[in-house]
Structures are given as structure tokens and as C-alpha cells.
């Protein structure tokens, strides 16, 4: 069983449609993360929140909305996506932000297979 | 720039053979390491860490690693494959403190065991 919980775990989505992932941890971290991951491909990351606080936007498109309302949630908010944004989703945790304690490893969901139709 | 290299994108070894995955990388201020592995259907899990101290590393399932500065590599290293060691694995770098850093992924190295 993993710490961090997403949901859901499976989407399909129209190009016009407007949903939202979720992502939960119980562990205490105070920074979360939001990554894309291609199939055969590493994750791509592409939000940091550092205690709440958006800390890193990869260059994401503006279709890509995250939020982070309180230290255990963070959800990534889709409006009008293409058919290259399908792709697994993947939240992590960790106790600190990268750059602040670099050495805190990152605890990883199992994601969001989403498809854009 | 921190950097990471993963030659090869599939590694095949039998039941009970030594299991290599070799990482190489590149960093303007000394690393902090990880590998992760990936099995289908999942998110990353840990496998272990390098920060500081000791330069060879164990992990879970049996997986160890040695940081070797001189040769800018941390290759993951298991005595025996088991079939259950089928997956992808990922090495990936960070700057310490002090770094506006990110972690960087290598590519990925699928590993497959036989029977």
C-alpha cells in the first residue's frame, strides 16, 4: 500500500471537459508534486508546493490548473486538454521541498492513467 | 547542470544471476543519489538514497549501491535476480541545499529476469 493516495485511478476525458485529480498523504510533508510520465519515459516534473505555496511551474500549459488547499491535499485541475496530455499522472510527497533539504527522497502515488479522447 | 545517464534501455538476466544497472552522473556540486524502481501499474518506490557517509548503500529487496566519485557513478547492484525484480528502474540526482534544484530522472532501464 502506498502513502500517497490519488484518485481517481483511471480517467477518460473529452477535449472539452473539466475534471479534476486528487492527491492525499498522511505523512506530514509539507511539499508536493505533480509529474507527467510518458510510457518507456521518466517522470517529467511539472509543479512543486512548498508548504502550500507553489514553489516551481515547469512551463506547464495554462490547461493544467494546480491547487494545493491544505498540507495533506493537492489536486491538478484539467480544462480543455489535448490528446498528448494522456499520460499517467503521478503525485509524490516529501518532507521538504528540494533545494531547502535536498536529500528528502520523494514518496510517489501510484497515479492517474488519464486519456484524452 | 545535474545530469543523468543510464546506458542501455533493457538489461535480461537469469533467476539467481547478479543483477547490474549501471547510473552515471553529472553534477557541478557534490549529489545526493537515489534510485527508484517502477513495476507495472504503480507509482516510483524507493529503493535508497546516497547523501553523505558511507559510500555504499543498501536498500529494500535486496538492492545495494556504491557512490564512486571518481567515477561519477552509483550502480545498483543485487547478488540474486528474482523473478519479482522484473521492472523499471530509475536513477535520478539532486543538488544539495542551497540549489534551486529539481530531481532529474535518468531515462530508465527495464530489467526482465528469466526463468
Known amino acids: 500500500d502506498t502513502e500517497v493516495t490519488q484518485t481517481p485511478k483511471h480517467l477518460v476525458m473529452g477535449m472539452t471537459n473539466k475534471k479534476s485529480l486528487k492527491c492525499e498523504q498522511h505523512?506530514?510533508?509539507?511539499?508536493m508534486y505533480w509529474y507527467k510520465q510518458k510510457a518507456k519515459k521518466p517522470p517529467e516534473l511539472m509543479f512543486v508546493?512548498?508548504?502550500?505555496?507553489?514553489?516551481i511551474n515547469e512551463s506547464v500549459p495554462s490547461r493544467f490548473s494546480p491547487e494545493c488547499p491544505n498540507s495533506s491535499l493537492l489536486n491538478l485541475h484539467l480544462h480543455a486538454l489535448q490528446p498528448e496530455d494522456s499520460a499517467l499522472y503521478l503525485c509524490?510527497?516529501?518532507?521538504?521541498?528540494?533545494?531547502?533539504?535536498?536529500?528528502?527522497?520523494?514518496?510517489f502515488g501510484d497515479g492517474t492513467r488519464l486519456s484524452i479522447l | 547542470a545535474q545530469s543523468v545517464t543510464q546506458l542501455g534501455s533493457h538489461v535480461s538476466v537469469s533467476e539467481g544471476a547478479l543483477v547490474l544497472l549501471r547510473c552515471n552522473y553529472s553534477s557541478s556540486v557534490p549529489p545526493y543519489l537515489f534510485w527508484y524502481v517502477q513495476y507495472p501499474n504503480q507509482g516510483l518506490q524507493l529503493l535508497l538514497k546516497?547523501?553523505?557517509?558511507?559510500?555504499l548503500v543498501k536498500g529494500i529487496n535486496g538492492f545495494e549501491a556504491e557512490f564512486k566519485k571518481s567515477e561519477t557513478s552509483f550502480h545498483l547492484t543485487k547478488p540474486s535476480a528474482h523473478m519479482s525484480d522484473a521492472a523499471e528502474y530509475f536513477c535520478?540526482?539532486?543538488?544539495?541545499?542551497?540549489?534551486?534544484?529539481?530531481?532529474?530522472f535518468g531515462k530508465g532501464i527495464t530489467l526482465s529476469v528469466r526463468p
Open positions: 505523512m506530514g510533508h509539507r511539499a
Open positions: 508546493y512548498s508548504y502550500e505555496k507553489l514553489s
Open positions: 535520478a540526482v539532486s543538488e544539495k541545499p542551497g540549489a534551486n534544484s529539481k530531481l532529474t
Open positions: 509524490a510527497s516529501s518532507r521538504e521541498a528540494l533545494g531547502q533539504w535536498g536529500n528528502q527522497p520523494q514518496h
Open positions: 546516497y547523501t553523505t557517509g558511507a559510500t
